[in-house]
């Protein structure tokens, strides 16, 4: 019962080279894939905050626009337009306190 044979080995070896060069391969090429992924959309959520058991902010972007959601499970959801998006603004929230 000898389960770990050369030819067997030598199969494990080829599949994991293989794995590890698609990685590397997408790895290198992630800002580009992401593109294409993702496409020319217009509309992307930018964060979202949860104010508590029901209610929920969102900041979303739209056509250079940051939009300010605020909703709740049982409510209306309020819509307000902050502008264009400023110089300063960042991707999502790292500077933010």
Same mark, same amino acid.
């Given at each position: 019962m000898?389960?770990? %044979?050369?030819?067997?080995?030598l199969i494990v070896g080829l599949f @994991?080279?293989?794995l590890l060069g698609l990685w590397a391969a997408v790895q290198r090429n992630r800002t580009g894939l992401a593109r294409r992924i993702t496409g020319d959309r217009?509309?992307?959520?930018?964060? %979202?905050?949860t104010l508590g058991p029901?209610?929920?902010?969102? @900041?979303?972007?739209a056509e250079g626009r940051s939009i300010l959601v605020l909703g709740g499970?049982?409510?209306?959801?309020?819509?307000l337009d902050l502008g264009?998006?400023?110089k300063g603004?960042?991707?999502?929230?790292?500077g933010a306190e």
């Open positions: 000898d389960h770990l %044979t050369p030819d067997r080995l @994991l080279a293989v217009r509309l992307r959520m930018v964060e %979202t905050l029901e209610g929920r902010a969102l @900041l979303l972007e499970r049982r409510g209306t959801p309020c819509v264009p998006r400023g603004d960042t991707d999502g929230a790292e």
